[in-house]
């Protein structure tokens, strides 16, 4: 349960506030991914790091940034956000190449509050 | 675009009795991956099971395992002998070659005493 970990756990925020959100993996993956869960909504897929590199945007607003700086680390950095925004944002990480292998193994996520 | 169905929001079993929780995926995609995810109220989602769309054979986890129709796009679980601890929220995901994932809603399970 450990493999993944997020910090911080919760986090209330103003419109106008700048904040990040953290993950570290500690499983020696080498992608990671960030994933917005709203009540009664599927998971949304947001970024997709590959080796570091961005691979996949599906179509997030830029008040959302995401930064690789090495395989084990990702973070989420947000600023003037909306009350929309207001989620539980998980990251997950995976090791790409066999099918065996590409599990996504997810962090106990961040509670997000936009007031 | 891949969707994935799950059609029952809430279910509930009695404990040591069996559950199938539904899913349903759309894709034109040949080869392909389902997962069925667990996650307890206020704890970490974890893997259950899952199964590559290649095997014709049912995947089998302990008390968990799959009805997979590669056909009819359907992906059920099955929850034998429940325990209290299997209460959750189970996610049905699919995921193709290009890493490209997409969850279910989800189905929240109760299990009574």
């Known amino acids: 349960e450990t493999g993944v970990t997020q910090t911080p756990r919760h986090l209330v925020m103003g419109m106008t506030n700048k904040k990040s959100l953290k993950c570290e993996q500690h499983?020696?993956?080498?992608?990671m991914y960030w994933y917005k869960q709203s009540a009664k909504k599927p998971l949304e897929l947001m970024f997709v790091?590959?080796?570091?590199?961005?691979?996949e945007n599906n179509s997030v607003p830029s008040r959302f940034s995401p930064e690789c700086p090495n395989s084990s680390h990702l973070f989420l950095h947000l600023h003037t956000l909306q009350p929309e925004d207001s989620a539980l944002y998980l990251c997950?990480?995976?090791?790409?190449?066999?099918?065996?292998?590409?599990?996504?193994?997810f962090g106990p996520g961040t509670r997000l509050t936009v007031l | 675009a891949q969707t994935v169905t799950q059609s029952q929001p809430e279910m509930s079993v009695q404990e040591a009795e069996t559950v199938t929780l539904s899913c349903t995926y759309d894709?034109?995609?040949?080869?392909?991956?389902l997962f069925w995810y667990k996650q307890p109220p206020s704890r970490q989602m974890i893997l259950v099971i899952r199964?590559?769309?290649?095997?014709?054979q049912n995947a089998t986890e302990n008390r968990f395992s799959v009805n997979f129709q590669k056909a009819a796009k359907s992906f059920s679980l099955k929850i034998s002998d429940s325990q209290l601890g299997d209460a959750a929220m189970y996610f049905c995901?699919?995921?193709?070659?290009?890493?490209?994932?997409?969850f279910g809603a989800g189905t929240r399970l109760t299990v009574k005493p």
């Open positions: 997950a990480s995976s090791q790409p190449g066999t099918s065996e292998t590409d599990t996504q193994y």
């Open positions: 499983l020696g993956h080498n992608a």
């Open positions: 790091y590959n080796f570091k590199e961005q691979t």
């Open positions: 894709t034109s995609e040949s080869d392909y991956y």
């Open positions: 199964q590559e769309a290649y095997k014709q």
């Open positions: 995901a699919y995921r193709t070659t290009n890493n490209d994932m997409r």
